[in-house]
C-alpha cells in the first residue's frame, strides 16, 4: 500500500460547484497533514495545514480523520482560479520522536470550467 | 514569496556527463530539499540537509550527490546523467518548528537528458 494515495482525477467541475478531495495514508505515526496546491509547471505552494479539529480557510475546509487515516479537502463555490492539482501531504514522526519528512500524494488534478 | 531560486532553470545535457543544479535562499532557513517530480510517481526526496556541511539521503538518492558549504546554498550534482534522470527537479527550504513545518519550494528546473 502506498504510503499516501489520492484520486489522481481528473476531476472537470462547472464554476460554483462544491467539489471534495479525499487522501488515505499509511503510516499511523504520521503527525502533521497538508494540502498543497500545484498549478501546471508551476511549483508546490503551501495550501492549508490539517488539524484534528477540522479547519477552515474561505472557502476551502479540510478534515481530519485519524482512526480512519483520512484527510479530505472542500472547496465550496469553485472559480476557475482554482483549476490546479491538489496534493495531499503527511509528516511522519521519526523513532526518536523526531520530525520526519514529508512524504506527498501524487495530485489530483482540478479542472473547473466556465 | 520565500526568496528561493534555482538555476538553471531548464538545461539539456547528454547521457554520462555531470550536471550541478544550484538552489540558493535569502531566507537564512536551515532545511533545504531537493525533489525530483516525474508524472505517475510525484514529489520524492532525494536528499536534504539540516546544516551546512550536514546532509541525508531520501527516498531516491542513486546517482545523485549533494553538498551545501554555506547556509544559503545547496548543490545537486548528477556525477553521470542517464535517461532515467530526466525530471522537474525542485528544492525546497523551511524551518521546522516543534509539531509542523511548512516547506517553501523553489520554481524548479527542467532537465533533460538525451
Known amino acids: 500500500r502506498k504510503e499516501v494515495e489520492q484520486d489522481p482525477g481528473p476531476f472537470n467541475v462547472p464554476e460554483g460547484a462544491t467539489v471534495a478531495f479525499n487522501c488515505t495514508y499509511s503510516n499511523s505515526a504520521s503527525q502533521s497533514f497538508f494540502w498543497y496546491r500545484q498549478d501546471c509547471r508551476k511549483e508546490p505552494k503551501l495550501l492549508m495545514s490539517v488539524y484534528s479539529s477540522g479547519n477552515e480557510d474561505g472557502r476551502f475546509t479540510a478534515q481530519l480523520n485519524r482512526a480512519s487515516q483520512y484527510i479530505s479537502l472542500l472547496i465550496r463555490d469553485s472559480k476557475l482560479s482554482d483549476s490546479a492539482t491538489y496534493l495531499c501531504?503527511?509528516?511522519?514522526?521519526?523513532?526518536?520522536?523526531?520530525?520526519?519528512?514529508?512524504?506527498f500524494g501524487k495530485g489530483t488534478k482540478l479542472s473547473v470550467k466556465p | 514569496d520565500a526568496g528561493i531560486t534555482q538555476s538553471p532553470r531548464h538545461k539539456v545535457t547528454e547521457t554520462g556527463t555531470p550536471v550541478t543544479l544550484r538552489c540558493h535562499q535569502t531566507?537564512?532557513?536551515?532545511?533545504m530539499y531537493w525533489y525530483r517530480q516525474d508524472p505517475g510517481h510525484g514529489l520524492r526526496l532525494i536528499h536534504y540537509s539540516y546544516g551546512v556541511k550536514d546532509t541525508d539521503k531520501g527516498e531516491v538518492s542513486d546517482g545523485y550527490s549533494v553538498s551545501r558549504s554555506k547556509t544559503e546554498d545547496f548543490l545537486l550534482t548528477l556525477e553521470s546523467a542517464t535517461s532515467s534522470q530526466t525530471s522537474v527537479y525542485f528544492c525546497?527550504?523551511?524551518?521546522?518548528?516543534?509539531?509542523?513545518?511548512?516547506?517553501?519550494f523553489g520554481p524548479g528546473t527542467r532537465l533533460l537528458v538525451l
Open positions: 501531504v503527511v509528516n511522519v514522526m521519526n523513532y526518536g520522536g523526531s520530525q520526519g519528512n514529508l512524504i
Open positions: 525546497a527550504i523551511s524551518d521546522r518548528g516543534l509539531y509542523q513545518e511548512t516547506q517553501y
Open positions: 531566507e537564512n532557513h536551515r532545511y
